[in-house]
Nanobody, 122 residues
Framework: QVQLVESGGGLVQPGKSLRLSCAAS????????MAWYRQVPGQQRELVAG???????NYADSVKGRFTISRDNAKNTVYLQMDSLKPEDTAVYYC????????????????WGQGTQVTVSS
């Protein structure tokens, strides 16, 4: 069984920083692409940033220059460093990972974390 566990959310003032972490654990053969999404109530979940196993990154236009995604392949962990936070960054942030589990015949599967609330407010 595979699970993603997120941490690092909370309440922060505009202009401040937060760092999110997401660790994959369980019967894992390989972790491929990892990403962070966010969702505001009543809106669709949107991609914030993604990173492949080789370190290639992509970002939503709204966070370019403020957020940095990184990963530690040895720990099966992805991070999201969020700087210069704005009230419009308030959302539930979800970790996503494409993982090949240790199971005969299993291919790549997509997994989601439980979500962590980020609130930016003065």
């Amino acid at each position: 069984q595979v699970q993603l566990v997120e941490s690092g959310g909370g309440l922060v003032q505009p202009g401040k920083s937060l760092r999110l972490s997401c660790a994959a654990s369980g019967s894992i053969l390989r972790v491929n692409d990892m990403a962070w999404y966010r969702q505001v109530p009543g809106q669709q979940r949107e991609l914030v940033a993604g990173i492949n196993r080789a370190g290639g990154k992509n970002y939503a236009d709204s966070v370019k220059g403020r957020f940095t995604i990184s990963r530690d392949n040895a720990k099966n962990t992805v991070y999201l460093q969020m700087d210069s936070l704005k009230p419009e960054d308030t959302a539930v942030y979800y970790c996503n990972a494409k993982i090949i589990p240790i199971a005969v015949g299993a291919g790549e599967l997509a997994y989601w974390g439980q979500g962590t609330q980020v609130t930016v407010s003065s």
